[in-house]
């Protein structure tokens, strides 16, 4: 056997942990290379015995056969969207894709035209938007530039949501493999359970920012390898710029890994005080480090989110006390095998946020895997990080069955900076990654026990996965039609009413309510600003004052906004006819559009009459030209 292969032998036998020790010293050249990780040896060169070895003994094909599968699972879970990207949207809420495909067309902006990334008034105008604070997700969407201008942003959504799921999954495969566990199929049932779980599939109709969570394994790993390094400053830069990434697709996801993290090493610290002697001084320099990169790198971006045009500080206290149920932990998520999304009405702030939804099974097998390995430090230390973020994810009162039973512990740190912007019920998602891990570990643990019929042992162990998994296993997400693009917008019939400063008024006015404004905007990939939208911003448009979703009240939008609700339509007096001319002249009106196939379209076109007078058709829409009205001071 060559000194290689030796080494590599040695390496094989040693158990693998997360913490100790995440790098050894290399006999031979003195670098430090990952513990976890044996050197290319006989077992990874299948095709130097003639190919007799089967093709899952090769890592790379390993590799491949799993992300193929993670990938299939997450064409399936999209598969009624892929039908008609442009046309079906979730079938419960249709505001937040509207959103991320403007977002998406706002990245074209940024690429083709030089635009300001952080900030725009294309929707909103002329207050205009604050970027940074509503999660612009410019790290996915200037990568897909080229796909939004072949195919268009509602293409590039689903292919978001499809890549994420599959990329997660792919992403905890790839390091619970290569630093947590040696049997490749213990990494991809927790791979699995990361990428898929009911937390994942209840945000992917809705938030491609959430769980395009790729980049957080990677974060993990580097953490725990900055605690042992030998090369500190290296290792912190390399830390730095995946925060950096990371940041520009979700900034809540990363802070909630940062305390993870947090939590987790200092469970470990607590139960090995012996292990911090020597881990301070790498981990000390390395977060200097990471933190003069990421702070350097993110120090404008950060001082626009804070200080700009249009910050705001803290959500508004509806949002902030979404919490879990108590019962959530315990039910079945809505979009999975066993789900009944009549059971959850109660359970989650709403079907988007279902960040926990485990179900008894997986529940009580999570509590058996932590009871049986409870001697391994490690999974002491993960059991304190879920248990410590289930906690906080029950929000500022603790429910069971919608019944109030005491105040939470989040009810102290609701009100502290940076938590002030965090939504509670998605501390769930934390202790979702912690059970993957936990299963990942179960998983090698049982495959390594010593017993004599271990064919009646991997049985057992295997249908204990399918309890647990079968359940809450992923189904096509639900979706529903929505309107087309009105062909007044797609054919460019409006560039001949409206130039670079004007505004087309979708009518009813874009708000959290009513996007596909938003959507027409994104198809001509922001060509023109519209007024009003669904986003965050400071309460009447004042900076730094507590967020909330939409922009300063406008009173034309929330008469139309009734109008289309209850199809009555009002009988206005001179003030509100004045009132909503001004308003029209405030943001700069071209003209106003109202699509034929647009609910109780009859109330709003009179409505509107009443206001600016007849109405013009042309093409699949009712047109008012506005510009002698708004372009006068009479």
């Known amino acids: 056997m060559t000194p290689a292969e030796t080494r590599a032998a040695s390496l094989d036998t040693k158990p693998r942990t997360v913490v100790e020790p995440i790098t050894e010293r290399d006999g031979v050249d003195g670098r430090a290379v990952p513990a976890a990780v044996p050197e290319r040896g006989a077992a990874d060169r299948s095709d130097s015995d003639g ?15 799993a992300y193929a599968v993670f990938l299939l699972a997450a064409v399936w ?63 996915l969407g200037i990568p897909m530039v080229p796909i939004t201008l072949l195919f268009g942003p509602a293409v590039t959504f689903v292919l978001l949501i499809t890549l994420a799921l599959s990329g997660t999954a792919f992403a905890w495969y790839y390091v619970l493999s290569r630093h947590v566990v040696r049997s490749p199929l213990a990494a991809a049932v927790g791979g699995w359970f990361c990428g898929f779980s009911p937390a ?20 993990v790993w ?131 946020e279902e960040n926990a939804f485990f179900g008894w099974s997986l529940a009580l097998i999570a509590v058996g895997i932590v009871v049986w390995l409870r001697r391994e430090m490690i999974v002491r230390a993960l059991a304190a990080t879920g248990l410590f973020f289930v906690i906080l994810s029950l929000g500022e009162r603790i429910t069971w069955w919608d019944r109030e039973l005491i105040p939470g512990p989040w009810e102290l740190l609701v009100r502290l900076p940076l938590l002030d912007a965090v939504v509670p019920t998605r501390f769930g998602m934390i202790t979702t990654v912690v059970i993957g891990v936990l299963l990942a570990i179960a998983a090698e643990r049982v495959r390594a026990l010593k017993v004599a019929d271990p064919r009646t042992l991997r049985t057992l162990a295997a249908s204990g996965l399918v309890l647990a998994l079968l359940p809450i296993a992923p189904m096509p997400l639900k979706m529903t039609t929505r309107p087309p693009v009105p062909e007044f917008i797609t054919s460019d ?42 986003f965050l911003a400071p309460r009447n448009a004042n900076t730094g004052d507590a967020g909330r979703f939409g922009g300063r009240p406008s009173g034309m939008g929330s008469l139309l906004e009734e109008v289309s609700r209850t199809g009555r339509t009002p009988k206005l007096d001179d003030r509100e006819r004045r009132r909503s001319l001004d308003e029209l002249r405030y943001w700069n009106s071209a003209i106003l559009v109202l699509p034929e196939g ?32 708004t372009q006068t001071n009479d």
């Open 222 to 352: 580097r953490v725990l390898v900055i605690t042992r390094t030998t090369r500190p400053w290296r290792d912190g830069a390399i830390l730095g710029l995946l925060v950096v990434w990371q940041a520009f697709i979700n900034e809540e996801i990363l802070l909630f890994t940062a305390m993870a993290c947090g939590i987790f090493l200092i469970a470990v610290v607590v139960q090995r005080p012996g292990m911090w002697s020597a881990a301070w001084r790498p981990l000390g320099k390395a977060v200097l480090t990471c933190s003069v990169v990421a702070g350097s790198l993110l120090a404008y971006p950060l001082y626009i989110q804070f200080a700009g045009p249009m910050a705001y500080h803290g959500l508004s206290s509806a949002v902030q006390d979404y919490g879990n149920d108590i019962a959530a932990l315990v039910a079945q998520g809505s979009p999975t095998l066993g789900g009944d999304r009549r059971a959850n009405v109660n359970l989650a702030p709403n079907y988007s």
């Open 77 to 139: 879970v999209t598969s009624q969207i892929w039908v008609d990207p442009a046309g079906r949207v979730a079938s419960l809420y249709v505001s937040d894709p509207a959103q991320v495909q403007f977002f998406l067309a706002h990245s074209v902006r940024v690429v083709l035209h030089g635009e300001f990334p952080f900030y725009t008034d294309q929707f909103n105008y002329p207050d205009g938007v604050n970027l940074m604070a509503n999660t612009a997700i410019l790290a």
């Open 598 to 629: 647009q609910p109780n379209v009859e109330p709003l076109k009179q409505t509107v009459e009443q206001i600016v007078g007849p109405a013009r058709q042309e093409l699949d829409v009712w047109i008012w030209d506005v510009r002698p009205l």
């Open 493 to 534: 019939r409006w560039r001949e009413y409206v130039s670079a400063e004007q505004t087309l008024v979708p009518i009813p006015v874009p708000s959290m309510g009513n996007t596909h404004g938003m959507r027409w905007a994104a198809s001509t990939n922001l060509d023109f600003k519209i007024p009003g939208g669904y």
């Open 200 to 219: 994942m599939l209840s945000h992917a109709s809705w938030h491609p920012n959430i769980i395009s969570q790729w980049l957080l394994p990677f974060i």
């Open 51 to 65: 190919g007799k070895r089967p093709w899952w003994h090769n890592r790379r094909r390993r590799d491949l056969a």
